[in-house]
């Protein structure tokens, strides 16, 4: 586990197998394809993509504190961390989307208070969203959970390694960093688990393969919020 946090320290991110098994893989199964025939939800979702997952899918909410999760938050960022976002992605031919090079820059909250250095504020599928301060965001950590193999064929992650230590990049600074930089494939197994930091550039193309790419994302900070800011997850 060292090793871990230095390899996230120094790359912004690190790919760990194994980590959830077959068996709960189908249980998160079960419970994820029934959100396709929900009404309600994809009122505000789509069955390709929930933002407010820990509401829609309870039982993720376990999941997020599953002790093989928590021992690599606490590794990383200390056992105050808490689970703040959850969002849940599925790459199919149906939806099959790329998304271009960019850092996660916002973090949900229960509702718009005005404070200095949060803004651009934002509203997705009915929930309040805003760009903190850079030091939140360097005091969060994403865990990807792969239900399915994913890889250069259904449209895994493109990252470039050590851009998170550059703080929030402009768009003539992300150009650069293409250009000098040579991206990776990270490709995960299922059941494995992807760690990155938000500040981390990632990319993702298009699928070229009809299979699915499943992945649960989780988001965890241990930075208090200021006074009159709350998470979406409080």
Same mark, same amino acid.
């Given at each position: 586990?060292?090793?871990?946090?230095?390899?996230?320290?120094?790359?912004?991110?690190?790919?760990?197998?194994?980590?959830?098994?077959?068996?709960?893989?189908?249980?998160?199964?079960?419970?994820?394809?029934?959100?396709?025939?929900?009404?309600?939800?994809?009122?505000?979702?789509?069955?390709?993509?929930?933002?407010?997952?820990?509401?829609?899918?309870?039982?993720?909410?376990?999941?997020?504190?599953?002790?093989?999760?928590? *021992?690599?938050?606490?590794?990383?960022?200390?056992?105050?961390?808490?689970?703040?976002?959850?969002?849940?992605?599925?790459?199919?031919?149906?939806?099959?989307?790329?998304?271009?090079?960019?850092?996660?820059?916002?973090?949900?909250?229960?509702?718009?208070?005005?404070?200095?250095?949060?803004?651009?504020?934002?509203?997705?599928?009915?929930?309040?969203?805003?760009?903190?301060?850079?030091?939140?965001?360097?005091?969060?950590? *994403?865990?990807?959970?792969?239900?399915?193999?994913?890889?250069?064929?259904?449209? *895994?992650?493109?990252?470039?390694?050590?851009?998170?230590?550059?703080?929030?990049?402009?768009?003539?600074?992300?150009?650069?960093?293409?250009?000098?930089?040579?991206?990776?494939?990270?490709?995960?197994?299922?059941?494995?688990?992807?760690?990155?930091?938000?500040?981390?550039?990632?990319?993702?193309? *298009?699928?070229?393969?009809?299979?699915?790419?499943?992945?649960?994302?989780?988001?965890?900070?241990?930075?208090?919020?200021?006074?009159?800011?709350?998470?979406?997850?409080?």
């Amino acid at each position: 586990m060292h090793d871990l946090a230095q390899t996230i320290d120094h790359h912004g991110f690190a790919i760990i197998p194994d980590v959830i098994d077959e068996q709960e893989i189908e249980l998160l199964s079960h419970h994820l394809n029934r959100l396709a025939d929900d009404r309600t939800i994809n009122r505000r979702n789509t069955a390709y993509g929930v933002r407010d997952l820990l509401n829609v899918a309870p039982i993720t909410r376990e999941l997020a504190e599953n002790e093989r999760l928590r *021992a690599i938050i606490d590794r990383i960022l200390g056992p105050e961390a808490r689970i703040v976002r959850a969002i849940y992605f599925d790459k199919t031919p149906e939806a099959n989307w790329k998304v271009a090079w960019h850092q996660d820059l916002t973090i949900t909250l229960r509702r718009r208070v005005e404070v200095e250095g949060y803004g651009p504020w934002s509203v997705k599928a009915g929930i309040i969203h805003v760009q903190p301060p850079v030091q939140i965001l360097e005091k969060m950590l *994403a865990l990807r959970i792969h239900l399915d193999d994913a890889d250069e064929t259904n449209g *895994a992650l493109r990252v470039i390694s050590g851009s998170h230590r550059a703080g929030r990049l402009s768009a003539l600074e992300i150009s650069n960093w293409r250009a000098n930089q040579q991206p990776s494939y990270c490709s995960v197994r299922r059941g494995g688990v992807m760690a990155m930091r938000p500040l981390l550039l990632h990319a993702s193309s *298009a699928a070229t393969s009809p299979s699915h790419r499943r992945v649960i994302h989780f988001e965890y900070c241990v930075a208090p919020l200021p006074k009159g800011l709350e998470w979406h997850e409080s």
